[in-house]
């Protein structure tokens, strides 16, 4: 089964309105979490790493302050999109980094996607 | 920076094998990922190989890692049209962090 949940899988909004998305690892405690960005018929595009406890690590030509994330738990990071623009339209996913059950090595395990139309 | 590149299509014929090829730059790097993607969906981890393995097994997918040309390839058997989708290659990079190749689109034809 799923092993990390995102929430919602779908948004659609007007352009100006901020929307959050919901990272959850369900089976085990994340110290990082990821964030990334895929571009249609693109690979994904890593935009930060999220430590919990501490301020996310942003990568270059990602704005901290568009995107801001924040890692409240070891089972939960959030991603909110600022101001949203039709340019921020696009598939945000998240992973995990952690061990599942008889799991011998830390691995990413990514969550399901979320869909973000900025109207 | 690290790179991972991949073929961009590959198309088969349903029974018949599939084999997508991966090449990466970092040689440090611990852990090699094949990871799939289905139309709409996040990334499914497929099967991952150690790096001082050349060789693993899983069901009808086989890893063949050869270290010393960076060379990275995944064979599914018997390929379904199940198995439509984009494969990504990934390593993680020195600073920890996870690099993607472009990624394969993987059709299968009846």
């Known amino acids: 089964g799923a092993v990390v949940s995102q929430h919602p899988s779908w948004v659609i909004c007007k352009s100006g309105t901020s929307v959050k998305i919901e990272c959850r690892s369900l089976d085990f405690q994340a110290t990082t979490m990821f964030w990334y960005r895929q571009f249609p018929k693109q690979s994904l595009m890593l935009m930060a790493t999220s430590n919990e406890g501490s301020k996310a690590t942003y990568e270059q030509g990602v704005e901290k302050d568009k995107f801001l994330i924040n890692h409240a738990s070891l089972t939960l990071s959030t991603l909110t999109v600022t101001s949203a623009h039709p340019e921020d339209s696009s598939f945000y996913i998240c992973?995990?980094?952690?061990?599942?059950?008889?799991?011998?090595?830390?691995?990413?395990?990514f969550g399901p996607g979320t869909r973000l139309t900025v109207l | 920076g690290e790179d991972v590149e991949q073929s961009l299509f590959l198309s088969v014929r349903e029974g018949d094998s599939s084999v997508i090829n991966c090449t990466y730059t970092d040689s440090s790097s611990t852990y090699l990922y094949w990871y799939k993607q289905e139309p709409g969906a996040g990334l499914q981890l497929l099967t991952y190989?150690?790096?001082?393995?050349d060789m693993k097994q899983d069901q009808r997918l086989t890893v063949l890692l050869n270290k010393k040309d960076k060379h990275l390839s995944l064979r599914i058997a018997d390929t379904q049209t199940g198995d439509s989708a984009i494969y990504f290659c990934?390593?993680?990079?020195?600073?920890?962090?996870?690099?993607f190749g472009t990624g394969t689109r993987l059709q299968v034809f009846p």
């Open positions: 990934a390593e993680f990079d020195n600073t920890d962090k996870l690099i």
């Open positions: 190989i150690f790096s001082n393995m």
């Open positions: 992973s995990a980094l952690g061990q599942v059950r008889e799991a011998r090595t830390d691995t990413q395990y």
